[in-house]
């Protein structure tokens, strides 16, 4: 299961339902790329199929949602 937490500007954040026993994080996907941001603080773990600029633009948009994704996370995995 990939509960979806947000769509925007064609980029899809989500999480595993599996990886309740990793810190929390959100995946975010568009094409080809796919990246992992650690939530607490927010910082870059792995990515693939983005370019910098890219990742910068993602990093911004995953600390103005911090708050809710943290929320979404806490949220589905009973926290």
């Known amino acids: 299961m990939m509960p979806e937490v947000m769509r925007v500007q064609g ?6 339902s ?3 026993h990793e ?3 959100i995946h975010v996907e568009k094409a080809e790329g796919l990246a992992k941001f ?15 600029p890219q990742l ?3 990093h911004n948009l995953v600390e103005a949602n911090q708050r809710a ?3 979404a996370w806490d949220e589905h995995f009973g926290r």
């Open 11 to 16: 980029y899809r954040f989500f999480f595993f």
């Open 18 to 20: 599996r990886e309740g």
């Open 23 to 25: 810190p929390c994080h």
């Open 38 to 52: 650690w939530l607490q603080p927010v910082v870059l773990a792995e990515a693939r199929g983005f370019r910098g």
């Open 56 to 58: 910068r633009a993602l």
């Open 69 to 71: 994704f943290i929320v």
